[in-house]
């Protein structure tokens, strides 16, 4: 049952039984692979969704994730009904259709069948035949729900032995849906067994229903209410049977209550309880019994204009209730609460490097943008900083920010109108609890900041009355509380202009210690590496001085997140071949680059195809140690830069993280206004790191 030393390039995740979550094992495991580098794909053997004419909801979240670009046909093996049909043809067609997908992929997650009707008398066995057949060692997942750690451990050993029957290999064990008081018992009986292992606790977020799938479940319809807000998780079930009051000091937070359609005192009250401040965020409300609330009471509703989803639905309440509560959720692709706590739960409970090594993967030298991403918010967490947002009522902020809390990336200041912000986080369903709020309208701090600022910009002639009025700017005040050490750094520009979000800085932050020019990088995340580009959002036209300064904020800021720096110097000329007045800025500049950083690979003036195309670079330039393998490109002016970054990002489907400011004292950065969530959550871990950088110097 031991796993040999072989090199593999994939793992196979298979269940002994229903209900073990595996899901969320393969995302987390993926997520893993992600930060491993190479092109990683999925591979589903059986699906029965291909039999039910529906999207198997499992390989399209792993899809969602994966870093090659795969047909979602392509990376299934047979279904359920073919295995029936011939188990050994079946098999030889996986084997065939696997290879196909592995041929495009350094590494491939494969993702073991549901048990739904394999019809063969062990469904692990068979998926153990097929790892066999692959050459793919075995992740095993287990439900530990309701069993006892001897339980756990006696399932364990029974399915290592199915595993090693059908001549596959076994390499780690992870027991989810652990009960909590249970989980270190459970964890320490399976230290036994003669392989890696880990347990899990039960997280209810992961298997509590969205309002949606209790709507599909009770084939009911969305009454009243938000139809975005349907994907919440219903947490807690509740039949509303009893009087109102006794139902609102019973109500708790993702509650969904099930009451007939003629209780309108229930109704009314817990359209208005949701509402109040003070009381708990409800999932949703279910109507059932085929009624719909009487006229008078649907428009008194439909005045009030509830975000919150109402369903009715036709069955009485015993069977209503049932249903909720055996309806069980899926981590799919949509479930952003549910895909954020299972890679939580994966990455604080199973040890990365052990699988890694357990695994035995031949690890490629490649950099995906699924492993600089996840890099990044590793890195942020491993020392979480203090990020404040100062556009704090702007919805992207508030979900990037739920976001980052529920990874636990950063701690967070959001700036703006406490009860605005609370009531729009409801109205979103995202979880604020550990962020703090503060209004610089009304906050006490506003008076301090004044007078620092007006110290500061005394020789600037400010008056104290002035200084007062631009403190209650939200992005004065976000940059004052980075001056003082109140926070590690600031992230705004969703609906700030780039201007509004810097010059702040340039009055309070200031320049580092021999740097003049604030400028900015992407990092470009191509298929296979990222690139570092500036500047492209902040110097319009620098001179030859600016641009040198630009390179060596670049080169510095590429090394801090592990990019080894190999400096371009971009132009329409390469080496002595041109001359002209913008060829001899960027040849003046890389002179100065070499006086005032020796240390430093640089190249230029030099054209863009021979800074990275190696067989360019051969004829170009054949001695340059930059020529073909560049990995920061500076560009002449911000007209070039900023094209050439959208150019790549849009044709050639590139990731750009940024921009990321350099040169400041302390990390202040600007987000596009048509910032993406995932783009404020990778700023912010970006700006912690920066952070984290700035404690060390």
């Not at 009904?81 to 992929?105: G, K, S, T, W």
């Not at 080894?564 to 960027?586: C, N």
């Amino acid at each position: 049952m031991a796993s040999e030393s072989v090199t593999s390039n994939s793992i196979y995740v298979a269940s002994a039984e229903g209900e073990t979550g595996k899901s969320t094992i393969a995302l987390g495991l993926l997520a893993i692979l992600s930060a491993t580098g190479g092109r990683i794909g999925v591979f589903r053997p059986i699906s029965r969704a291909m039999v039910a004419g529906e999207r198997d909801y499992i390989l399209e979240l792993l899809l969602a994730h994966a870093s090659v670009d795969l047909d979602y046909e392509e990376c299934i093996g047979v279904t359920y009904e073919q295995v029936n049909d011939d188990p050994e043809a079946a098999i030889a067609e996986i084997v065939a259709r696997f290879h196909a997908v592995q041929a495009q992929c350094d590494t491939v997650l494969i993702v073991g069948s549901d048990y739904t009707d394999v019809g063969n008398p062990s469904e692990l066995g068979f998926n153990a035949r097929i790892a066999a057949n692959l050459s793919s060692p075995i992740v095993l997942a287990l439900n530990a729900s309701g069993r006892t750690a001897d339980e756990v451990h006696g399932h364990a050993e029974h399915a290592l032995n199915e595993v090693a029957a059908a001549h596959a290999t076994a390499v780690a064990v992870i027991a989810n849906r652990c009960d909590p008081d249970r989980l270190a018992g459970i964890a320490t009986a399976l230290t036994t067994i003669p392989i890696a292992s880990w347990a899990l606790p039960e997280v209810p977020i992961l298997s509590a229903p969205t309002m949606g799938e209790l709507k599909a479940a009770l084939d009911g319809y969305l009454y009243s209410g938000d139809a975005d807000l349907l994907d919440r998780e219903a947490l807690n079930v509740m039949v509303g049977g009893m009087t109102v009051e006794h139902i609102l000091e019973r109500l708790v937070d993702g509650t969904v209550v099930i009451t007939p359609a003629d209780r309108s005192d229930v109704l009314l009250a817990l359209v208005n309880a949701n509402a109040a401040q003070g009381f708990p965020r409800l999932a949703g409300i279910i109507l059932n019994g085929g009624l719909k609330p009487h006229p008078m009471i649907q428009a008194l509703v439909t005045g009030l204009n509830p975000t919150l989803p109402i369903v009715c639905c036709d069955q009485g309440t015993y069977e209503t209730a049932r249903i909720a509560a055996h309806t069980r959720g899926r981590v799919a692709n949509q479930s952003a609460r549910k895909i954020d706590a299972a890679l939580a739960l994966m990455e604080e409970y199973v040890d990365v490097d052990k699988v890694i090594a357990e695994v035995n993967l031949d690890i490629p030298e490649v950099v995906t943008p699924q492993m600089f991403e996840y890099q990044l918010v590793a890195r942020a967490k491993a020392d979480r900083k203090h990020i404040v947002l100062p556009e704090g009522e702007e919805d992207r902020i508030l979900r990037a920010a739920s976001h980052l809390l529920r990874r636990g990336v950063a701690r967070l200041t959001l700036l703006g109108d406490a009860e605005t912000i609370a009531k729009r986080a409801a109205a979103l369903d995202v979880d604020l609890g550990e962020v703090d709020v503060i209004d610089p309208m009304t906050s006490e701090l506003t008076e301090q900041f004044a007078e620092t600022y007006a110290e500061l910009r005394k020789h600037k002639n400010v008056a104290l009355d002035r200084a007062r009025d631009l403190m209650r700017d939200v992005s004065y005040f976000g940059t004052m509380m980075v001056h003082l050490g109140m926070a590690d750094g600031m992230v705004s520009g969703a609906v700030h202009t780039t201007a509004h979000t810097i010059r702040p800085s340039f009055e309070i932050i200031k320049t580092k210690p021999g740097v003049s020019t604030v400028s900015s990088v992407f990092f470009m995340c191509l298929a296979d590496k990222v690139l570092t580009y500036g500047d492209c959002a902040v110097v319009p036209d620098p001179s030859a001085a600016q641009l040198a300064d630009i390179a060596i904020s670049s080169a510095e800021t590429a090394a801090a997140f592990g990019i080894e720096p190999r400096v371009a110097m971009l132009s329409y000329s390469t080496g002595e071949s041109g001359s002209g007045a913008d060829v001899d800025k960027v040849r003046a500049a890389t002179e100065m680059i070499r006086e005032r950083a020796p240390e430093l690979l640089v190249e230029g003036p030099i054209q863009y195809d021979a800074a990275i195309e190696p067989s360019v670079a051969r004829t170009k330039m054949p001695d340059s140690p930059v020529a073909g393998q560049a990995t920061v490109l500076i560009f002449p002016d911000l007209n070039t830069g900023n094209n050439t970054y959208k150019a790549v990002q849009r044709s050639a489907g590139a990731i750009a993280v940024g921009p990321v400011l350099q040169g400041l004292n302390k990390p202040i950065n600007d987000l596009s206004r048509g910032a993406l969530v995932a783009d404020i959550v990778n700023t912010v871990a970006i700006t912690a790191i920066q952070a984290q950088n700035m404690a060390k110097q």
